[in-house]
């Protein structure tokens, strides 16, 4: 696919990171339309063309280079209920879903914008006692609201129950998120091909309690059991939610995935090689 529309969202609170959208953009603008997320536009003076990032697919943008860390990309896809495919400048620090360094940017850029591939992993759906929150792109925590308190959860998989545990709380992951907070907790790496969730305890006080992995078309059902304790819910490190006992969290497989422009940066064993050694 060739490209001739762009959107670009990057950290607006990190001098480098905006100096790189401005070497882009001088770079690229003379090729290709660029569209800027606004806040990104306001603070390089840039406010002619920009849209919010959810009206940016309806404008005709092709593909989004976002510029920051993984926390950047999984904010932006989280605000899109059908994502574009996301290109990443790594302005930060691990980052693994931000392939492509800051030195090699605009050979990556321009690589790209002749022609590009892209992969899509698969989202989470949240329900909140049947309200719909955002999907997830990494994984949705549920953890204590309170530090040094231990809550007690009810874990269903397709109506059979796998779990009543005490616990800090769970994590539940999808594979791309398997290298994340999952992780920190003592859950599998599982490579983003696998069509699978992940089901992680936190800290539990059950020495039997160990992490799941199950299908992707799972329906899963986390139930808050014990009186007086509060909860949050916690999707992809950005947005939180207040739980109570008897609220029900469903999750599910979201219906649209997000999207990640393929580059030649090395693949996912390698990134995991690298960045986890």
Known sequence: ??????????????????????????????????????????????????????????????????????????????????????????????????????????????DVLKGFTYTERSRLSVHLNGKRLQDATNEIVLITARPAKILTFRIAVDNSEIEDMRADGIVVATPTGSTAYAMS????????????????????????????????????????????????IVIDGQHSYAMKENDVVTITRGQNPARFVSSSVNGFYEKVQSKLA
């Open 185 to 232: 907790a003592g859950g599998p790496i599982v490579d983003p091909r696998v069509d699978a969730s992940i089901i992680v305890p936190i800290a539990p006080f059950k020495l039997s309690a160990r992490p799941w992995i199950v299908p992707g078309d799972s329906n899963i059902k986390v139930e808050m059991t014990i009186p007086e304790k509060e909860a949050v």
């Open 1 to 110: 696919m060739k490209v001739s529309k762009i959107g670009i969202v990057s950290r607006f609170d990190q001098q480098d990171a905006l100096d790189m959208v401005r070497k882009i953009h001088d770079e690229f603008s003379s090729k290709v339309d660029i569209v800027l997320s606004p806040k990104t536009g306001k603070h390089l003076g840039l406010t002619e063309n920009t849209l919010p990032v959810e009206e940016m697919r309806a404008a005709g943008v092709q593909m989004i280079i976002s510029v920051g860390g993984d926390g950047t990309v999984l904010r932006n896809i989280s605000k899109m209920d059908d994502p574009l495919p996301v290109l990443g400048i790594n302005m930060g620090t691990l980052g693994f879903l931000v392939d492509i360094p800051p030195e090699d940017a605009i050979t990556g850029i321009g």
